[in-house]
């Protein structure tokens, strides 16, 4: 008995020091364990499946994409719109759909000639207008105002071809974005626009590209509160990281497997339940454990 109890604290301090954690028992470990074993079943291409058929920020994406019918003006909408997406008033799902309900083709039709350099000009000043008046996005209105500001000379620039380019280099993406705000590129905003910025740039160049693994997980508060399950205490970033080089998932889609089903809302539970029984029991595997 007392081997076995030497032997188990030995696996938690090895534990604890490969993922920067305090695990204090072995149920801990178990449930690590567990969470590795679902999430190397389900690998990048479920992952994949989630985002496409489960998460209601991707859907509200399509519907804007189909509405504006203007690449360019809806990377640039969804990329603005992600980096003041934090300090919400309500939750990630309502206000994408706020985002996405926008008469946004208000842009293009102030715009007799369709002239990209007005779309640019109009764009900065209908997004401004669209966040002060928002219903979900109310917190810290000056101080997103400023990161539009200190966005728009960098953003009004890229062509529809650049844009591609950042789609294939989404490292790039995030170090030129992190610089342009003079944050940190872990910062939950700068990682979290890679994620919407790929999800659009899928629908509108017609290809999967995955996440780079050097993207880290967007740590925002259900991600946080879920990670609280493995470890106490702890750097949650570097936890996700060992546990995507392990399973060999890109944070990025780690985060789309988690975070929808981690919600509260229906409709999610209603695509979920959609899947194929194997892969809803594995979410639903995760989410309880
Ligand atoms: N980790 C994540 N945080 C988010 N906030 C938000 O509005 N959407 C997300 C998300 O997809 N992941």
Same mark, same amino acid.
Not at 77 to 88: E, G, H, R
Not at 181 to 187: A, G, P
Not at 207 to 229: G, L, V
């Given at each position: 008995?007392?081997? +076995? ?7 938690? +301090? ?24 679902? $999430? ?15 998460? $209601? ?9 189909? +509405? ?83 966005? +728009? ?137």
């Amino acid at each position: 008995m007392k081997n +076995t109890d030497k032997t188990d604290n030995n696996r938690i +301090t090895n534990i604890n020091k490969v993922y920067n954690i305090e695990i204090n028992s072995m149920d801990d470990i178990n449930n690590i364990n567990i969470l590795k074993t679902i $999430l190397k079943g389900l690998g990048i291409k479920s992952a994949k499946i989630i985002e496409e058929n489960v998460d $209601l920020q991707y859907r509200y994406l399509e519907n804007l994409q189909k +509405t504006l019918n203007n690449d360019e003006l809806f990377l640039k909408l969804v990329i603005l719109n992600a980096i003041v997406s934090y300090q919400l008033s309500t939750t990630g799902e309502k206000w994408w759909k706020e985002f996405s309900e926008y008469p946004w083709n208000n842009i293009l039709n102030n715009n007799n000639n369709n002239d990209n350099r007005n779309i640019n000009n109009n764009l900065f000043k209908e997004y401004i207008l669209f966040l002060s008046n928002s219903k979900g996005n109310k917190r810290l209105n000056n101080v997103k105002i400023k990161r539009i500001n200190k966005i +728009t000379p960098f953003l009004k620039d890229l062509s529809i071809s650049d844009l591609e380019n950042y789609y294939h280099n989404m490292n790039k993406f995030r170090d030129d974005i992190a610089k342009e705000l003079n944050t940190k590129k872990s910062s939950k905003t700068v990682v979290f626009t890679i994620k919407m910025f790929g999800y659009a740039s899928r629908m509108v160049f017609k290809k999967f590209i995955p996440y780079p693994f050097e993207i880290e997980i967007p740590k925002d508060s259900r991600i946080e509160k879920y990670t609280k399950r493995f470890a106490n205490n702890g750097d949650v970033i570097t936890f996700w990281n060992n546990i995507s080089s392990e399973v060999g998932i890109p944070p990025l889609h780690i985060d789309s497997i988690l975070w929808s089903a981690l919600g509260n809302s229906k409709d999610v539970k209603i695509h979920l339940k959609s899947l194929d029984n194997k892969l809803y029991n594995m979410i639903e595997t995760l989410i309880h454990l």
